[in-house]
């Protein structure tokens, strides 16, 4: 591939980088007060430049007067979302919006220590190019919780020529290469932790123990998992496809089997087809496989649907603060603006 192409843009390694650090922000305000300020004295030791990018993704609490307040301080910038568009979303605009030379993605829930960023640098410093934050455990989730994650991952990575790591989340620093290339990626439907292993480079894991939630409760409930893990699949896997062909196919093998048994049982022995009762519940059954695998299909067209139509990933309300070095001051940016 050309040297002038993105994916592999050669970025010098400093002793300390420049370094945006990217946080999507839902009903958070009382976190990021406790938050901001362990932040900024951390990113303070361990680079050259820093700059936090905060994203309001159409919160309904004080997040807005928060991120308003802190980004009249240097190194803080805030954009804001014209509604919801969902986590995937902010984090795409934050990395639209970072200029670091490496970037880091975290949450605001006080869950990802800001004091792990300092190990992080030092394997960047080493050569690495994402490194990501790994949970040594997962003691803190219910079993239900557990069962459907272990086996969501096995699905993800059965067959695949890329591994989603199962108890890596959000949180990781990024080479600027790194971002690079997930910036060229130009579908919609945007499943961040699948686009983090697709794109590859050299990836060091870090084990860690999230800490409590500092306030509130989590915005993900069991169907939104259900439906987050469906958006997973069928943006990085077509085994449900084939997994419905296979049924068919089986399905249809026996069909004929069995009918070539009664057939042959009413020639030879001269047994009336019986079964009304088996009649009914052959097709119900069948038509519930029919069903269940135009259900299937249908998720896919619901994605073409989806890119085809090519929206915006986001829509910017506003955006408001100073930090690193850009061609434009964000803080007079008060014209709506669309993410690709």
Not at 32 to 39: G, Q
Not at 152 to 181: E, I, T
Request: aromatic fraction near 10%.
């Amino acid at each position: 591939m050309p040297a002038s192409t993105p994916y592999f843009a050669v970025v010098p390694r400093h002793t300390l980088p420049t370094l945006s650090c990217v946080i999507p922000c839902y009903n958070e305000a009382a976190n990021l007060r406790l938050l901001l300020p362990l932040l900024a004295e951390q990113l303070s030791q361990c680079s050259r430049q820093w700059e936090v990018i905060l994203v309001n993704d159409g919160s309904r609490d004080d997040t807005s007067e928060v991120l308003s307040e802190w980004s009249k301080r240097p190194g803080f910038r805030a954009i804001e979302f014209s509604r919801n568009f969902g986590k995937e979303a902010a984090l795409t605009a934050g990395l639209d919006a970072a200029v670091g030379e490496t970037v880091v993605l975290m949450d605001a829930d006080m869950q990802h220590p800001p004091k792990l960023i300092a190990e992080m640098v030092q394997h960047w410093q080493s050569g690495a190019d994402v490194v990501y934050a790994l949970r040594a455990n997962r003691d803190d989730e219910s079993l239900f919780k557990q069962l459907g994650t272990r086996a969501f991952y096995r699905l993800m990575n059965a067959k695949s020529r890329f591994q989603v790591p199962p108890d890596a989340g959000d949180f990781r620093l990024m080479d600027r290469a790194v971002v690079n290339a997930l910036q060229a990626l130009p579908e919609r439907n945007r499943f961040m932790k699948g686009l983090y292993a697709w794109v590859g480079f050299k990836s060091v894991a870090i084990p860690y123990e999230p800490a409590e939630r500092a306030s509130g409760v989590t915005n993900y409930s069991a169907l939104r998992l259900l439906a987050f893990s469906i958006d997973g699949l069928t943006a990085f896997t077509t085994w449900p496809l084939r997994f419905a062909s296979i049924v068919g196919l089986v399905l249809a093998v026996l069909a004929f089997g069995y009918g070539a048994f009664v057939t042959q049982d009413y020639i030879f022995h001269g047994n009336a087809v019986s079964g009304w009762t088996t009649i009914i519940v052959c097709l119900l059954f069948f038509v519930g496989i029919q069903l269940i695998s135009l259900g299937i299909l249908g998720e896919y067209i619901a994605r073409i649907f989806e890119e085809v139509k090519n929206r915006p990933v986001y829509v910017v309300r506003r955006a408001l603060g100073q930090g690193l070095a850009q061609d434009t001051d964000a803080s007079a940016s008060e014209q709506p603006r669309l993410g690709a």
